[in-house]
Protein backbone atom coordinates (compact mmCIF):
# COMPACT_ATOMS: atom_id res chain seq x y z
CA UNK A 1 0.00 0.00 0.00
CA UNK A 2 1.31 3.22 -1.36
CA UNK A 3 0.16 6.61 0.66
CA UNK A 4 0.26 10.00 -0.61
CA UNK A 5 0.20 12.51 1.89
CA UNK A 6 -1.57 15.89 1.73
CA UNK A 7 0.95 18.10 0.72
CA UNK A 8 2.82 15.90 -1.48
CA UNK A 9 -0.16 14.93 -3.57
CA UNK A 10 -1.75 18.65 -4.41
CA UNK A 11 -4.65 17.17 -5.55
CA UNK A 12 -7.10 20.11 -6.22
CA UNK A 13 -8.10 21.41 -2.19
CA UNK A 14 -6.48 18.22 -0.98
CA UNK A 15 -7.79 15.49 0.27
CA UNK A 16 -8.95 17.62 3.46
CA UNK A 17 -10.20 20.50 1.55
CA UNK A 18 -12.27 17.83 -0.81
CA UNK A 19 -13.71 16.28 2.08
CA UNK A 20 -14.41 18.88 3.91
CA UNK A 21 -16.48 20.79 1.12
CA UNK A 22 -18.67 18.10 0.42
CA UNK A 23 -19.49 16.92 3.87
CA UNK A 24 -20.33 20.80 5.06
CA UNK A 25 -22.52 20.85 1.76
CA UNK A 26 -25.05 18.06 3.70
CA UNK A 27 -25.45 20.22 6.43
CA UNK A 28 -27.03 23.30 3.92
CA UNK A 29 -29.96 20.66 2.39
CA UNK A 30 -33.34 21.17 3.52
CA UNK A 31 -34.84 18.17 5.89
CA UNK A 32 -36.41 16.40 2.97
CA UNK A 33 -32.82 15.41 1.74
CA UNK A 34 -30.76 15.81 5.06
CA UNK A 35 -31.54 12.56 6.43
CA UNK A 36 -30.69 10.54 3.28
CA UNK A 37 -27.27 12.58 2.77
CA UNK A 38 -26.60 12.41 6.86
CA UNK A 39 -26.81 8.70 6.77
CA UNK A 40 -24.39 8.48 4.46
CA UNK A 41 -22.08 11.11 5.03
CA UNK A 42 -19.12 9.22 5.35
CA UNK A 43 -19.76 7.80 1.81
CA UNK A 44 -20.34 11.48 0.43
CA UNK A 45 -17.07 12.65 2.59
CA UNK A 46 -14.50 9.55 1.90
CA UNK A 47 -15.24 9.50 -1.89
CA UNK A 48 -14.91 13.02 -2.51
CA UNK A 49 -11.60 12.50 -4.17
CA UNK A 50 -12.79 10.31 -6.70
CA UNK A 51 -12.70 11.92 -9.84
CA UNK A 52 -9.32 12.79 -8.99
CA UNK A 53 -8.13 8.97 -8.60
CA UNK A 54 -9.83 8.15 -11.60
CA UNK A 55 -7.84 10.97 -13.68
CA UNK A 56 -4.58 8.89 -13.95
CA UNK A 57 -6.63 5.64 -15.09
CA UNK A 58 -9.50 6.82 -17.06
CA UNK A 59 -9.37 8.72 -20.26
CA UNK A 60 -11.16 12.11 -20.76
CA UNK A 61 -10.93 12.32 -16.91
CA UNK A 62 -8.45 14.98 -16.14
CA UNK A 63 -9.71 17.48 -18.18
CA UNK A 64 -12.96 17.94 -16.48
CA UNK A 65 -11.26 19.28 -13.62
CA UNK A 66 -10.29 22.74 -14.72
CA UNK A 67 -10.26 25.40 -17.55
CA UNK A 68 -7.09 27.18 -18.67
CA UNK A 69 -8.94 30.05 -20.03
CA UNK A 70 -6.47 32.05 -20.15
CA UNK A 71 -5.45 30.29 -23.66
CA UNK A 72 -7.97 31.92 -25.37
CA UNK A 73 -6.78 35.34 -24.83
CA UNK A 74 -7.75 38.64 -22.91
CA UNK A 75 -11.04 38.87 -21.13
CA UNK A 76 -11.62 35.02 -22.60
CA UNK A 77 -13.98 34.41 -19.01
CA UNK A 78 -16.02 37.03 -20.25
CA UNK A 79 -15.93 36.00 -24.28
CA UNK A 80 -16.11 32.11 -24.33
CA UNK A 81 -19.46 31.45 -25.41
CA UNK A 82 -21.01 29.30 -22.27
CA UNK A 83 -23.13 26.62 -24.26
CA UNK A 84 -21.16 24.01 -25.38
CA UNK A 85 -21.85 23.95 -28.66
CA UNK A 86 -21.00 27.64 -29.29
CA UNK A 87 -17.73 26.66 -28.21
CA UNK A 88 -17.50 23.87 -29.93
CA UNK A 89 -18.02 25.66 -33.29
CA UNK A 90 -15.37 28.53 -31.95
CA UNK A 91 -12.97 26.45 -31.15
CA UNK A 92 -13.44 22.98 -31.77
CA UNK A 93 -14.31 20.29 -29.74
CA UNK A 94 -10.06 19.09 -29.62
CA UNK A 95 -9.27 22.36 -28.27
CA UNK A 96 -11.91 22.66 -25.78
CA UNK A 97 -10.82 19.36 -24.29
CA UNK A 98 -7.25 20.57 -24.24
CA UNK A 99 -7.40 23.12 -21.88
CA UNK A 100 -10.51 21.93 -19.96
CA UNK A 101 -14.16 21.47 -19.59
CA UNK A 102 -14.66 21.83 -15.92
CA UNK A 103 -17.90 24.23 -16.15
CA UNK A 104 -19.55 22.32 -19.27
CA UNK A 105 -18.58 19.59 -16.97
CA UNK A 106 -20.65 20.39 -14.19
CA UNK A 107 -23.58 20.78 -16.44
CA UNK A 108 -23.42 17.29 -17.53
CA UNK A 109 -23.24 16.12 -14.11
CA UNK A 110 -26.53 17.71 -13.02
CA UNK A 111 -28.64 16.38 -16.02
CA UNK A 112 -26.98 12.70 -14.47
CA UNK A 113 -27.90 13.42 -10.91
CA UNK A 114 -31.38 14.58 -11.58
CA UNK A 115 -31.34 11.41 -13.38
CA UNK A 116 -30.39 9.16 -10.63
CA UNK A 117 -33.16 10.94 -8.31
CA UNK A 118 -35.55 10.09 -10.75
CA UNK A 119 -34.54 6.11 -10.97
CA UNK A 120 -34.16 6.62 -6.93
CA UNK A 121 -31.38 4.92 -7.72
CA UNK A 122 -29.08 5.22 -4.66
CA UNK A 123 -25.88 3.97 -5.54
CA UNK A 124 -26.10 6.46 -8.67
CA UNK A 125 -27.23 9.70 -6.13
CA UNK A 126 -24.47 8.49 -3.84
CA UNK A 127 -21.02 8.67 -6.46
CA UNK A 128 -22.84 11.56 -8.25
CA UNK A 129 -23.42 13.87 -5.72
CA UNK A 130 -19.76 13.10 -4.37
CA UNK A 131 -18.44 13.68 -7.76
CA UNK A 132 -19.93 16.58 -8.53
CA UNK A 133 -18.91 18.30 -5.05
CA UNK A 134 -15.05 17.10 -6.07
CA UNK A 135 -15.79 19.32 -9.60
CA UNK A 136 -17.52 22.30 -7.96
CA UNK A 137 -14.66 22.53 -5.65
CA UNK A 138 -12.49 22.44 -8.38
CA UNK A 139 -14.09 24.70 -10.10
CA UNK A 140 -13.52 27.55 -7.09
CA UNK A 141 -9.73 27.16 -7.66
CA UNK A 142 -8.22 30.21 -8.92
CA UNK A 143 -5.27 28.18 -10.48
CA UNK A 144 -7.94 25.85 -11.93
CA UNK A 145 -8.73 28.59 -14.41
CA UNK A 146 -5.00 29.09 -15.93
CA UNK A 147 -2.23 27.46 -18.01
CA UNK A 148 0.13 28.62 -15.61
CA UNK A 149 -1.35 26.35 -12.98
CA UNK A 150 0.68 25.34 -10.88
CA UNK A 151 3.25 29.22 -11.39
CA UNK A 152 5.64 26.87 -13.82
CA UNK A 153 5.60 30.07 -16.08
CA UNK A 154 6.18 32.37 -13.70
CA UNK A 155 9.27 30.30 -11.47
CA UNK A 156 6.44 29.71 -8.77
CA UNK A 157 6.33 26.00 -9.22
CA UNK A 158 4.51 24.71 -6.17
CA UNK A 159 2.24 27.06 -5.68
CA UNK A 160 -0.85 25.04 -6.53
CA UNK A 161 -0.03 22.54 -3.75
CA UNK A 162 0.66 25.20 -1.49
CA UNK A 163 -2.49 27.78 -2.09
CA UNK A 164 -5.43 24.61 -2.09
CA UNK A 165 -3.64 22.11 0.16
CA UNK A 166 -1.03 23.29 2.37
CA UNK A 167 -2.74 26.39 3.46
CA UNK A 168 -6.51 24.64 3.99
CA UNK A 169 -4.63 21.99 5.65
CA UNK A 170 -3.39 24.48 8.46
CA UNK A 171 -5.78 27.25 8.56
CA UNK A 172 -9.25 25.72 7.70
CA UNK A 173 -9.88 25.01 11.22
CA UNK A 174 -10.53 28.44 11.85
CA UNK A 175 -12.54 29.27 8.58
CA UNK A 176 -16.32 30.13 9.75
CA UNK A 177 -18.72 27.40 8.06
CA UNK A 178 -21.70 29.90 8.66
CA UNK A 179 -23.75 29.13 5.63
CA UNK A 180 -27.13 29.38 4.59
CA UNK A 181 -29.78 26.97 3.24
CA UNK A 182 -29.38 25.31 -0.02
CA UNK A 183 -31.21 27.45 -2.79
CA UNK A 184 -32.76 26.23 -5.93
CA UNK A 185 -30.37 27.24 -9.49
CA UNK A 186 -32.62 28.96 -11.60
CA UNK A 187 -29.66 28.58 -14.40
CA UNK A 188 -26.73 25.74 -13.68
CA UNK A 189 -24.79 26.63 -16.65
CA UNK A 190 -24.84 30.51 -15.40
CA UNK A 191 -23.61 29.82 -11.80
CA UNK A 192 -21.34 27.33 -13.21
CA UNK A 193 -19.44 29.92 -14.90
CA UNK A 194 -20.38 32.14 -12.48
CA UNK A 195 -17.71 30.31 -10.57
CA UNK A 196 -14.82 29.77 -12.65
CA UNK A 197 -15.33 33.66 -13.22
CA UNK A 198 -14.67 34.51 -9.96
CA UNK A 199 -11.89 32.05 -8.88
CA UNK A 200 -10.36 33.73 -12.33
CA UNK A 201 -10.48 36.79 -11.46
CA UNK A 202 -8.59 36.06 -7.91
CA UNK A 203 -5.81 34.39 -9.67
CA UNK A 204 -4.03 37.73 -10.16
CA UNK A 205 -3.69 37.82 -5.99
CA UNK A 206 -2.90 34.41 -5.62
CA UNK A 207 0.03 34.89 -7.98
CA UNK A 208 1.28 38.43 -7.13
CA UNK A 209 0.94 37.99 -3.26
CA UNK A 210 3.72 34.91 -3.50
CA UNK A 211 5.93 36.76 -5.63
CA UNK A 212 5.81 40.07 -2.74
CA UNK A 213 6.66 37.82 -0.29
CA UNK A 214 9.03 35.30 -1.73
CA UNK A 215 11.09 38.38 -2.34
CA UNK A 216 11.23 38.91 1.38
CA UNK A 217 11.62 35.60 2.58
CA UNK A 218 14.91 33.86 2.28
CA UNK A 219 14.93 30.39 0.95
CA UNK A 220 15.41 29.00 4.00
CA UNK A 221 13.02 30.77 5.60
CA UNK A 222 10.43 30.23 2.98
CA UNK A 223 10.70 26.14 3.13
CA UNK A 224 10.76 24.00 5.99
CA UNK A 225 11.02 20.55 6.79
CA UNK A 226 8.23 18.47 8.47
CA UNK A 227 7.85 14.54 9.11
CA UNK A 228 5.04 12.79 7.49
CA UNK A 229 4.92 9.19 8.62
CA UNK A 230 8.75 7.79 8.24
CA UNK A 231 9.58 10.35 5.33
CA UNK A 232 10.74 14.12 5.90
CA UNK A 233 9.15 16.36 3.19
CA UNK A 234 10.14 20.15 2.15
CA UNK A 235 6.79 22.41 2.68
CA UNK A 236 6.09 26.14 2.85
CA UNK A 237 7.34 26.85 6.13
CA UNK A 238 4.36 28.07 8.52
CA UNK A 239 5.96 31.62 8.87
CA UNK A 240 5.49 32.03 4.95
CA UNK A 241 2.00 30.13 4.72
CA UNK A 242 0.68 32.33 7.26
CA UNK A 243 2.42 35.73 5.73
CA UNK A 244 0.62 34.47 2.33
CA UNK A 245 -2.47 33.29 3.77
CA UNK A 246 -3.21 36.90 5.76
CA UNK A 247 -2.09 39.00 2.82
CA UNK A 248 -4.67 37.07 0.42
CA UNK A 249 -7.09 38.45 3.41
CA UNK A 250 -9.45 35.46 3.27
CA UNK A 251 -9.54 34.72 -0.05
CA UNK A 252 -9.51 30.84 0.75
CA UNK A 253 -11.86 30.36 3.15
CA UNK A 254 -14.50 32.77 0.64
CA UNK A 255 -13.68 30.00 -1.95
CA UNK A 256 -14.02 27.42 0.14
CA UNK A 257 -17.34 28.47 1.54
CA UNK A 258 -17.99 29.59 -2.08
CA UNK A 259 -17.70 25.89 -3.14
CA UNK A 260 -19.83 24.19 -0.16
CA UNK A 261 -22.42 26.33 -0.76
CA UNK A 262 -22.78 25.81 -4.37
CA UNK A 263 -22.25 22.20 -4.13
CA UNK A 264 -25.66 22.09 -1.68
CA UNK A 265 -27.47 24.58 -4.22
CA UNK A 266 -26.76 21.81 -7.03
CA UNK A 267 -28.01 18.92 -5.46
CA UNK A 268 -30.62 20.73 -4.18
CA UNK A 269 -31.77 22.13 -7.32
CA UNK A 270 -31.11 18.54 -9.12
CA UNK A 271 -33.42 17.17 -6.75
CA UNK A 272 -36.03 19.27 -7.04
CA UNK A 273 -35.99 19.06 -10.74
CA UNK A 274 -36.34 15.57 -10.85
CA UNK A 275 -39.61 15.81 -9.00
CA UNK A 276 -38.87 15.98 -4.94
CA UNK A 277 -38.49 12.35 -5.07
CA UNK A 278 -39.07 11.11 -1.09
CA UNK A 279 -35.40 9.85 -0.24
CA UNK A 280 -36.48 8.62 3.17
CA UNK A 281 -37.43 5.39 1.92
CA UNK A 282 -34.40 5.00 0.09
CA UNK A 283 -32.10 5.83 2.87
CA UNK A 284 -30.90 2.72 4.15
CA UNK A 285 -30.86 0.75 0.70
CA UNK A 286 -26.92 0.95 0.16
CA UNK A 287 -24.09 -0.83 2.75
CA UNK A 288 -21.29 1.25 0.82
CA UNK A 289 -19.12 -1.23 2.65
CA UNK A 290 -18.86 -4.05 0.29
CA UNK A 291 -16.17 -4.82 -2.06
CA UNK A 292 -12.40 -3.72 -2.23
CA UNK A 293 -10.56 -1.66 -5.23
CA UNK A 294 -7.86 -3.17 -5.89
CA UNK A 295 -4.50 -0.88 -6.32
CA UNK A 296 -3.57 -2.40 -10.28
CA UNK A 297 -7.54 -1.51 -11.36
CA UNK A 298 -6.06 2.43 -10.75
CA UNK A 299 -2.93 1.61 -12.07
CA UNK A 300 -2.07 4.45 -14.05
CA UNK A 301 -2.75 4.29 -18.29
CA UNK A 302 0.89 5.66 -19.52
CA UNK A 303 -1.13 6.69 -22.71
CA UNK A 304 -3.20 9.46 -20.26
CA UNK A 305 -1.14 12.93 -20.05
CA UNK A 306 -1.80 14.25 -16.95
CA UNK A 307 -0.51 17.30 -15.52
CA UNK A 308 2.53 18.17 -14.11
CA UNK A 309 0.86 19.94 -10.64
CA UNK A 310 -0.31 16.52 -9.50
CA UNK A 311 3.12 15.50 -8.85
CA UNK A 312 3.78 17.21 -5.26
CA UNK A 313 5.93 20.40 -4.99
CA UNK A 314 8.45 18.77 -3.03
CA UNK A 315 9.07 15.72 -4.61
CA UNK A 316 8.72 16.86 -8.97
CA UNK A 317 10.58 13.52 -9.67
CA UNK A 318 7.86 11.45 -7.69
CA UNK A 319 5.06 9.15 -9.88
CA UNK A 320 1.68 9.81 -8.87
CA UNK A 321 0.26 7.24 -6.23
CA UNK A 322 -2.81 6.30 -5.08
CA UNK A 323 -4.58 6.81 -1.67
CA UNK A 324 -7.34 4.31 -0.54
CA UNK A 325 -7.39 5.42 3.14
CA UNK A 326 -8.89 3.28 5.46
CA UNK A 327 -12.24 3.71 3.72
CA UNK A 328 -13.23 0.90 1.29
CA UNK A 329 -14.37 1.53 -2.80
CA UNK A 330 -15.85 -0.30 -4.76
CA UNK A 331 -14.32 -0.39 -8.58
CA UNK A 332 -17.46 -0.01 -10.44
CA UNK A 333 -18.66 3.61 -7.99
CA UNK A 334 -15.38 5.03 -9.26
CA UNK A 335 -15.70 3.56 -12.45
CA UNK A 336 -19.15 2.97 -13.88
CA UNK A 337 -20.08 5.27 -16.34
CA UNK A 338 -16.67 6.58 -16.96
ZN1 LIG B 1 -9.82 17.52 -9.12
Not at 49 to 63: F, I, L, M, S, T
Request: some cysteine; glycine content about 6%; hydrophobic content about 40%.
Amino acid sequence: MVFCFISLCGYAWGFFGHQRINRMAIFTLPPEMFTFYKYHIRYITENAVNPDKRRYAVEGEAERHYIDIDVYGDSAIFKMPRRWEDAVAKYTEDTLRAYGIAPWHLQLMKFQLVNAFMEKNVMRILRISADMGHYIGDSNVPLHTTQNYNGQMTGQYGIHGFWESRLPEIFADDYDYFLEKAQYIKSPSARAWQAVTNAHLALDSVLKFEKILSAQFSEDKKYSFETRGNITVKVYSREFSSAYHQMLAGQVERQMRASIQMVGDFWYTCWIDAGQPNLDSLVQLFDNQQDVIEEKDLAPNPTIKTRTHEIGMSFPQQKPTYYFGRHIFRKEELMADF
